[in-house]
């Protein structure tokens, strides 16, 4: 009974994710990539959302109703979804990549991609039967919490006045909710449901790294990600921890894909924004970092709507964005001044010492430093106290990334860009306000760098991949970068428009591809050479006759 | 020739992803095979909970109970800090993890006081110090003690 009621738990926020990326998500592609993006980013976002509807009921006094409410829940997000499509809510699918059929290449790629995978969940259930409480900050921290909120009943306040500064307090509760959410589900604790959503939360990434690049760019590309992702044997290890920096991690993630989506949905333009804003207040519903996450996302929305499309687009997007955020935001709001003792950081910040300590160089040098060694070893795991910041590279590291990037070329859509530069600015702007906190920090500064500064990396690490991927190109596909053969131009031309005009195909965006000044650039060799092709009148005529099209019969140099 | 090179280049850079993340992955795996095999029964975690578990019936289920240990109190936090010691830390953690919503503090100063001594006795006179007497010893160090009305 247990059991089944756990699953019930799990199936209401897959269910209740999924109907929310229907609702906001123009409907990518049919395909099982398509259903499986959905699938992946619908149930990380449907932990989340779950974890604020609890929270909203512990406030109310109703979490005994909370699978009552949960289905209510499912249901108005369904009948949303039967009226919008009643209404035709799909509007102009996003343009993404065209799915390839499996070459040789490909499917060696995703036989090694299955053996990896298989590998990776091997070594997960290994390292969970070794821990199954998982590490330090689990029962320091968040398991704790959630112990702490499902066993004191009505009482779940007072614990946050209790003075048990060690165990963080002030840290937000979407991890500790969804394990109190599934344990009312279930009528009692179980040590596997904490365990269970790290399980989640790690090979969610891995999916939604391996689907969104595959809508995005190609098949290859989100393989080849993936097993980069895989092959950081600190992700297996931080997922297995049940820390709330994988989970953090994965709405870091969503956020900038969400991103990405909104750039190539020209015609629906805020439902992706929306849910990037739901991931990112979903972030700072996880760890306090994601405020800074949210700020930065938000600042970098704005920016890009004002530069790319000016006012009105600035205040659409910007408040497409919001839109996504505030509800969550709300939530933190309220934990953070009406529940939540202040934070450690904040509680022991004062003018005085932060002026001594912003004009100290010796303090810059030395973050500097852990920066630059942590940066080439964190994919290797927690760093050995005893040992202190040393290198420590291993097999997968941010140099592999660099090493693959220069074998494989920068080849980026162009549709792309200004995401690029986006996500590039939030990704660059989050390690600069890590760097101002590390100076900043009250906090003996070698211990609060030793004990968070591989993580911080590690929150970013799916991302990097993610942007690295999207400007890389991949092997058989070397001279398709982008894989932009969704924009291709037909064969055979649409009918003239005027005089010695041929008119031009038009992309799924509905943008005319002479704005694309780089066009060629994302073209495949076969477009390039129909181009040049097409380029020589006399064979461009011959080849029009035979497609029965005379409509510029006129031009000069034709054939009489 | 260029586009020649750039195919392979391409190629080059997949290989030496596959191999890289397969090495890795693979030697993550057979780490984890080799920590298998050697596994014991139960994790120290579920051990410590055992162990912790056994004072819940003499305790209240919420409130608060005191909590000493092989080092001072005001130590606890302090070898932790400086990477000295970090056991001391994680089995009060871990004492508080087990009782909640129970909250155990970092003190003798209470009616009721834990002690938790895996790592050894306390300093001599501390528990005469402080006026903790024995209720209950349980084994393997963990002892109930009630506080002495008159220290």
């Known amino acids: 009974m247990t059991t089944l009621s756990f699953i019930a738990s799990l199936l209401l926020f897959l269910v209740i994710g999924y109907l929310l990326s229907i609702v906001f998500l123009p409907q990518p592609k049919s395909g099982a990539s398509a259903f499986a993006f959905r699938l992946s980013a619908g149930a990380g976002l449907g932990i989340g959302v779950t974890s604020c509807i609890a929270f909203i009921c512990l406030l109310a006094g109703l979490t005994r109703y909370l699978p009552a409410i949960d289905v209510a829940v499912c249901l108005v997000l369904g009948l949303i979804c039967l009226a919008l499509s009643r209404r035709g809510l799909a509007g102009k699918p996003p343009s993404l990549s065209q799915t390839r059929p499996f070459s040789g290449l490909l499917v060696v790629l ?17 390292a969970f039967l ?20 499902f066993r004191s009943g009505e009482a779940w306040r007072s614990v946050f006045a209790g003075g048990m500064e060690w165990s963080h307090w002030d840290y937000p509760l979407l991890l500790p909710l969804s394990a109190v959410r599934s344990w009312t589900y279930m009528g009692g604790e179980s040590n596997t449901v904490p365990a269970v959503f790290a399980f989640l939360f790690t090979f969610l990434i891995i999916a939604l790294l391996l689907f969104s690049l595959s809508l995005l760019r190609s098949r290859t590309h989100g393989l080849l990600a993936t097993m980069i992702l895989m092959g950081t044997p600190f992700f297996v290890s931080l997922g297995v921890s049940q820390f709330a920096d994988i989970p953090f991690a ?10 990405f989506f909104q750039g190539r949905s020209p015609e629906n333009r805020t439902g992706s924004l929306i849910l990037a804003g739901t991931a990112a207040g979903l972030c700072a519903w996880t760890k306090n970092e994601g405020l800074l996450f949210v700020l930065i996302a938000a600042v970098s929305v704005a920016g890009a709507a004002a530069v790319d499309g000016g006012g009105r687009q600035f205040v659409r997007r910007t408040g497409g964005f919001l839109a996504g955020a505030l509800p969550v935001l709300l939530i933190v709001l309220y934990f953070k001044t009406r529940i939540s003792p202040a934070n450690d950081l904040v509680a022991g910040f004062s003018l005085a010492a932060a002026s001594i300590k912003m004009l100290d160089p010796a303090r810059y040098i030395e973050i500097a430093k852990a920066f630059f060694f942590t940066g080439i070893s964190f994919t290797q795991g927690l760093i050995d106290v005893r040992v202190g910041m040393h290198f420590n590279p291993g097999a997968v590291n941010i140099l592999l990334l660099a090493g693959y990037l220069l074998l494989a ?45 591989n993580r911080l ?18 092997p058989g596909e070397e001279s398709a970068p982008g894989d932009g053969r969704d924009a291709l131009p037909p064969l055979k031309p649409k009918a003239a428009k005027g005089k ?54 006129h031009r000069e140099g034709a054939p009489a | 020739m260029g586009a020649f090179f750039s195919k392979y280049r391409a190629r080059a850079g997949g290989l030496l992803v596959i191999c890289l993340t397969g090495y890795a992955v693979l030697g993550l795996l057979w780490q984890n095979i080799r920590i298998y095999g050697g596994l014991p ?23 608060e109970v005191g909590y000493v240990t092989t080092v001072e109190n005001d130590r606890i936090f302090g070898f932790e800090k400086s990477f000295t010691n970090v056991e001391y830390l994680a089995q009060y953690a871990l004492t508080q993890y087990t009782l909640a ?9 209470f009616p009721l006081v834990i002690g938790n001594f895996l790592d050894g006795p306390p300093a001599p006179g501390f528990l005469e110090k402080n006026g903790l007497i024995e209720l209950r010893d349980f084994g393997d160090g963990l002892i109930l003690y009630r506080k002495d009305r008159k220290r």
Not at chain 1, 251 to 259: N, Q, R, Y
Not at chain 1, 420 to 447: E, I, K, N
Not at chain 1, 529 to 552: C, F, I, M, T, W
């Open chain 2, 101 to 109: 919503p129970l909250i155990v503090r970092n003190s003798p100063q």
């Open chain 1, 130 to 149: 070794k821990e199954p409480h998982g590490r330090w900050d689990a029962w320091l921290i968040w398991n704790m919490h959630a112990r702490f909120l």
């Open chain 1, 250 to 259: 994965f709405f870091v993630l969503a956020t900038l894909i969400m991103l």
């Open chain 1, 457 to 474: 990396f590690l929150q970013m690490w799916p991302s990097v991949i993610f942007v690295v991927f999207m400007i890389a190109g991949a």
């Open chain 2, 41 to 63: 029964e139960k994790d120290p975690v579920t051990i410590h909970e055992e162990r912790i578990r056994q004072l819940k019936p003499l305790l209240r289920a919420s409130g």
């Open chain 1, 110 to 126: 995703a036989a090694l991609f299955s053996i990896e995978l298989i590998a990776t969940i091997l070594s997960f259930a290994v």
């Open chain 1, 500 to 553: 010695n005009k041929a008119s031009l195909p038009e992309e799924s965006s509905g943008r005319p591809l002479r704005d694309i000044p780089d066009r060629e650039w994302t073209m495949s060799h076969e477009v390039r050479e129909r181009n040049e092709y097409n380029k020589n009148p006399v064979r461009r005529h011959a080849r029009l006759q035979r497609e029965g099209d005379h409509s510029d019969d």
């Open chain 1, 409 to 453: 070329g920068v080849k980026t859509d162009p549709r792309d860009r200004i995401c690029l530069f986006q996500t590039g600015a939030v990704l660059l702007l989050m390690l600069a306000g890590y760097f101002s906190v590390y100076v900043l920090t009250p906090l003996d500064l070698t211990y609060h760098l030793f004990t968070s500064l």
